[in-house]
């Protein structure tokens, strides 16, 4: 799941509710539920079939966008199976064979891009770390941000064998964003 505030933006977020609505549509999934009340906008899109649930593609998008012009707030999740379970991609190899994760990886990368897009309709000028979403001002926060990573991946590297790193390093910090779960912050 991404989340995160936006403030002072010259966007409407009716508008990028609406653009979230088309890129959903536009991939052809079918949005079953629509409801606005007051500044908040939430909605439902699913894409089911058997197959996306045995492969672990995406399967369905919520998405909510409340708050007025200048300060509003975007969450975005897309459920794949696999994830929604709590069985990172590494893990998934051992479990459900290399196809399965690379499947369910590309459900993570697909719930990313759509991440980009809306971040780019809202403002076009903030970084975004690829391994998390979380946004940043500046390249150079980007950059101390990415250097934690790096850190923590040689941390988990040394010592600890592929199995280790799977469970450790790709668990539910690494494939949900450090911090996401609890919220972004606030651009």
């Given at each position: 799941?991404?989340?995160?505030?936006?403030?002072?933006?010259?966007?409407?977020?009716?508008?990028?509710?609406?653009?979230?609505?088309?890129?959903?549509?536009?991939?052809?999934?079918?949005?079953?539920?629509?409801?606005?009340?007051?500044?908040?906008?939430?909605?439902?899109?699913?894409?089911?079939?058997?197959?996306?649930?045995?492969?672990?593609?995406?399967r369905d998008v919520d998405a909510m966008v409340a708050g007025q012009k200048g300060k509003f707030e975007v969450q975005l999740h897309a459920g794949i199976?696999?994830?929604?379970?709590?069985?990172?991609?590494?893990?998934?190899?051992?479990?459900?064979?290399?196809?399965?994760?690379?499947?369910?990886?590309?459900?993570?990368?697909?719930?990313?891009?759509?991440?980009?897009?809306?971040?780019?309709?809202?403002?076009?000028?903030?970084?975004?770390?690829?391994?998390?979403?979380?946004?940043?001002?500046?390249?150079?926060?980007?950059?101390?941000?990415?250097?934690?990573?790096?850190?923590?991946?040689?941390?988990?590297?040394?010592?600890?064998?592929?199995?280790?790193?799977?469970?450790?390093?790709?668990?539910?910090?690494?494939?949900?964003?450090?911090?996401?779960?609890?919220?972004?912050?606030?651009?």
């Amino acid at each position: 799941m991404y989340r995160h505030g936006f403030v002072e933006k010259d966007i409407d977020p009716s508008t990028v509710y609406s653009r979230i609505k088309d890129m959903l549509v536009e991939d052809k999934f079918n949005v079953t539920s629509d409801e606005s009340n007051g500044n908040l906008r939430e909605m439902h899109a699913k894409k089911s079939n058997r197959e996306r649930i045995i492969l672990g593609k995406v399967r369905d998008v919520d998405a909510m966008v409340a708050g007025q012009k200048g300060k509003f707030e975007v969450q975005l999740h897309a459920g794949i199976w696999g994830r929604d379970l709590a069985v990172p991609a590494i893990e998934g190899i051992f479990t459900f064979g290399a196809a399965t994760a690379a499947e369910v990886h590309s459900g993570h990368e697909y719930e990313l891009n759509l991440w980009k897009k809306v971040v780019n309709l809202i403002d076009p000028s903030l970084k975004m770390c690829d391994l998390d979403g979380l946004l940043f001002n500046t390249q150079e926060d980007l950059d101390k941000h990415m250097k934690t990573h790096q850190q923590q991946a040689m941390g988990y590297g040394s010592g600890m064998g592929m199995m280790g790193m799977g469970m450790l390093g790709m668990g539910m910090m690494g494939m949900m964003g450090m911090g996401m779960m609890g919220g972004g912050f606030w651009i």
